[in-house]
């Protein structure tokens, strides 16, 4: 990935472009830190859509806070767009992008896997003609949908496990056993090396501790600390988004969010429509107990609030000891 991505160090690390939580003083952080840093770019992309101007915004805020200041200079950052409703982003967003110099574009949760390609062929026209430097990042939990990236054109599969936390493909599989099957794939078509894998998913490093705590609102780093055994706490359903008031999202995908009194209630036999009273009034009185918080397996693991320079340098630093260590034991056995 050093390759492709200069400024950043060994291993590559990157931040999810989560909604609400990854904006352009994560991203900054990231990348000042050797990461790779997103932004989330959000849902609605259609002209006249507020999140157009706040995408603008976010970029100028994260070249200023890069102490970028000639405008075509590359953008150490990407962009991540969910293409749930993907209209617009073609004429209105990719050219923001451009113009920002951007390096790289993250797309996730399309309807139809097919959305993406007329998406990742005007990328491609786009950086040739201005000559950009961007790469077109693709996330995918099957390797269906990797095989389908990987014709229409991604650089990198960011290859998401079922362990992760928040929203994923609803019959995935956990890395595990998906990574091995996507460089199978690369292999057999012959894209090792020029397709490139990042990993997301159950890893408790600084990708999901960034994500999750970094930046994020103090009652969601309260409870990301305080739970524990992620494999009993979190949970895999599409009523997270149901009571969230966020269940617009493709029937192929939901979420893994920590069990909390709502999640509780449903099992208890309550309603939809009780639960969906509770968590407004909840909302209403500025009580947080009904919030749901997005959190992958590997919660138990995180233990404290750190910032991202921490958890990007001791990410780095458990891999170095890892690898030193299987080195050594391999060395000692011949």
Not at 42 to 69: C, H, K, M, V
Not at 101 to 107: E, F, H, P, S, Y
Not at 134 to 144: D, N, P
Request: aromatic share 6%; with cysteine.
């Amino acid at each position: 990935m050093r390759q492709i991505f200069p400024n950043t160090k060994s291993p590559f690390i990157a931040n999810g472009p989560m909604h609400g939580y990854a904006y352009s003083r994560l991203a900054s952080a990231v990348s000042s830190a050797g990461g790779y840093g997103f932004i989330a770019g959000g849902t609605d992309f259609r002209t006249g859509s507020p999140q157009l101007e706040q995408l603008q915004a976010e970029l100028n805020t994260a070249r200023s806070l890069l102490g970028i200041a000639s405008p075509d200079e590359k953008l150490p950052i990407g962009v991540g767009c969910l293409l749930l409703q993907p209209e617009g982003l073609i004429d209105n967003v990719l050219p923001i992008l451009c113009a920002a110099r951007v390096t790289g574009i993250w797309l996730s949760f399309p309807k139809n896997g097919a959305d993406q390609a007329p998406i990742i062929t005007a990328v491609h026209q786009l950086r040739e003609k201005e000559s950009w430097d961007v790469k077109v990042f693709v996330q995918v939990g099957t390797v269906q949908a990797a095989r389908e990236a990987i014709d229409y054109g991604a650089d990198v599969l960011v290859v998401q496990g079922s362990d992760a936390g928040g929203h994923q493909w609803a019959q995935g599989a956990s890395l595990i056993a998906l990574i091995p099957e996507v460089k199978g794939l690369l292999r057999e078509l012959g894209k090792t090396g020029e397709v490139r894998l990042l990993a997301a998913g159950g890893i408790v490093d600084a990708r999901g501790m960034v994500a999750a705590m970094a930046l994020g609102p103090d009652v969601a780093k309260e409870k990301i600390v305080s739970t524990t055994d992620g494999i009993s706490t979190t949970i895999k359903s599409r009523k997270h988004d149901v009571f969230n008031s966020t269940d617009f999202w493709p029937r192929q995908y939901d979420g893994r969010a920590i069990i909390g009194p709502s999640y509780e209630d449903f099992q208890s036999g309550v309603t939809d429509e009780e639960i969906l009273k509770r968590h407004s009034d909840a909302r209403e009185k500025g009580e947080d107990d009904r919030t749901i918080i997005w959190a992958g397996t590997g919660i138990g693991s995180i233990k404290e609030v750190a910032t991202v320079k921490q958890l990007l340098d001791d990410a780095r630093s458990e891999v170095r000891s890892i690898v030193a260590q299987v080195n050594n034991a391999f060395s000692e056995t011949n």
